[in-house]
């Protein structure tokens, strides 16, 4: 039996009380004084116990976190998350919290496009590139279920307002590395903020949904290899538990335990070390893309991503002595092979990209952002070649999945980069991460309508006890040892 810290108000308030009314009859300004200064304790205290009105006491003295309920959580901000909260019926809560900002999502990043099937005829030609471009270790299963879903996908987006380019009126496709033609819906050069600006801006229209900014999962609660909800920490550092009916990780891949990455800082594969703790299955961790290009700099952070979808349109890649040494619509990790090796014998941490055959109104209308960043690290790319290098920018393993997104814990499901379908094998075919991600996020949701209604909550669940999260630094440490270790024997496997 648990005992509040309110019962400790009450005591003070009868004691204080008293102890205020024999200074009232004394009217004298020491007493008077002193009342002041008891009533300023007693609202203090009642303030205190206001702010830890969620921590309750053992009798054993352990501190203990109270528990909220929804019938989702989703961990995360992205494309997949929002796409998934977003074909959630609105009698049904969902909670969604996120480490940063709304917007400081991977998918907010994305630049190229996101592929969509043509036509019929285009069929086997997409299946092919991407097996190809995953070395055939893909599950023809996942890609099937992604490319006959892609042309749902494009009209939903535009049913909700992306804007993709057109001409004419009709849209415009362009054409990646790894692509035997054009099938990349797009806008601008800024396709990820579009689609997951467009979706959180719908997502924010909804009643049902809840989204927390600044609030990092911790762990999840766990009884018998079913998932209960998770355990969290809020922007003012408060530690909550969350019993949720089902739980979605969309939290994002794992580039920021890499010096070079083009992910953001933050995304560091929190549920993979949280799924390899409670003995989830993952796969092919070590599965890890290097984007061949994107822009160098001596300056510590993020790297900035030069599209592959600039090469697409004709950009080239050159030596030091400004020849050109490979086929730029390979495979990136192809393409990667060779620019590594060409950076080796040149002795150069770089080597040039030329913008040259593209023209000038196309990289200033097709690609504003690129044009803008460029520009703002002192190379005009309408007239010059810019640096460019090799650097961390997809994770293809993860948490393994069916192909409802469901994981090997019951009631947790895992969607977009965190997880692994089997979608893009070994290596990912560009521009097919977005698609990839609301694909089966909307298979998740689906799942999770089909069953919840025959879900109640678990009354024995215990709140997560709050001396186990004590030191969140060193948890997080922990997080990532296990997570690089997990990649480490991965890799030492094959």
Not at 303 to 313: H, K, P, T
Not at 404 to 416: E, F, H, I, P, W
Not at 434 to 442: D, G, I, N
């Amino acid at each position: 039996m648990s005992y509040t810290i309110s019962i400790y108000v009450r005591i003070m308030s009868i004691i204080l009380s008293g102890m205020i009314g024999k200074g009232d009859v004394l009217v004298k300004n020491q007493h008077l004084c002193y009342t002041r200064i008891i009533m300023g304790i007693l609202c203090q205290s009642v303030f205190f116990v206001f702010d830890l009105e969620k921590i309750r006491w053992k009798r054993d003295g352990r501190m203990e976190i109270n528990m909220k309920r929804t019938d989702v959580v989703i961990i995360g901000t992205g494309a997949a998350g929002l796409y998934c909260a977003l074909h959630i019926p609105e009698e049904i809560n969902v909670l969604m919290i996120t480490k940063e900002a709304f917007d400081q999502s991977d998918s907010f990043l994305a630049q190229g496009g996101m592929c969509m099937l043509r036509d019929e005829e285009d069929y086997e030609g997409y299946f092919e590139d991407t097996m190809r471009a995953g070395h055939y270790e893909n599950d023809k299963r996942s890609v099937e279920v992604m490319i006959r879903s892609s042309q749902d996908v494009a009209k939903e987006l535009l049913a909700y307002g992306v804007d993709f380019n057109r001409e004419n009126g009709k849209l415009v496709f362009t054409r990646e590395g790894g692509h035997s033609r054009p099938r990349i819906l797009f806008h601008e050069d800024v396709t990820g903020k579009e689609i997951t600006g467009t979706l959180y801006e719908n997502a924010k229209k909804r009643k049902n949904i809840t989204i927390l900014e600044y609030t990092t999962m911790l762990d999840i609660l766990e009884k018998d290899n079913c998932c209960y909800g998770i355990v969290m920490q809020d922007q003012d550092g408060t530690i909550e538990s969350v019993q949720a009916k089902y739980t979605v990780f969309a939290c994002g891949g794992l580039g920021g335990l890499y010096r070079h990455s083009t992910n953001f800082r933050h995304i560091t594969g929190d549920a993979l070390a949280i799924a390899k703790k409670h003995a989830i299955t993952l796969e092919h961790v070590d599965y890890i893309q290097i984007h061949p290009t994107t822009l160098y700099s001596e300056k510590p952070g993020r790297r900035f991503l030069i599209s592959e979808s600039v090469r697409g349109e004709g950009a080239i890649l050159l030596n030091k002595k400004k020849e050109r040494f490979c086929n730029e619509l390979l495979p990136r990790d192809v393409v990667t092979a060779e620019i590594k090796k060409q950076m080796a014998a040149d002795n150069m941490p770089y080597v040039w990209l030329s913008m040259e055959r593209i023209p000038k109104e196309e990289i200033e209308t097709h690609f504003p952002n690129i044009l803008q960043r460029c520009l703002e690290e002192g190379y005009d790319p309408t007239k010059e070649c810019i640096p460019v290098v090799p650097a961390q920018h997809y994770f293809m393993g993860g948490i393994k999945v069916d192909l409802s997104s469901k994981t090997s814990m019951n009631r947790l499901y895992a969607v977009g980069e965190i997880s692994c379908n089997g979608v893009h094998g070994k290596n990912r075919l560009a521009s097919n991460s977005l698609l990839e991600s609301m694909v089966f996020a909307k298979r998740a949701a689906q799942a999770i309508c089909g069953e919840i209604k025959t879900v109640t909550f678990d009354d024995t669940i215990k709140e997560a006890d709050a001396a186990s999260y004590a030191n969140i630094e060193k948890l997080k440490e922990e997080y990532k040892k296990l997570v690089l270790d997990e990649i480490e024997r991965e890799k030492q496997s094959h």
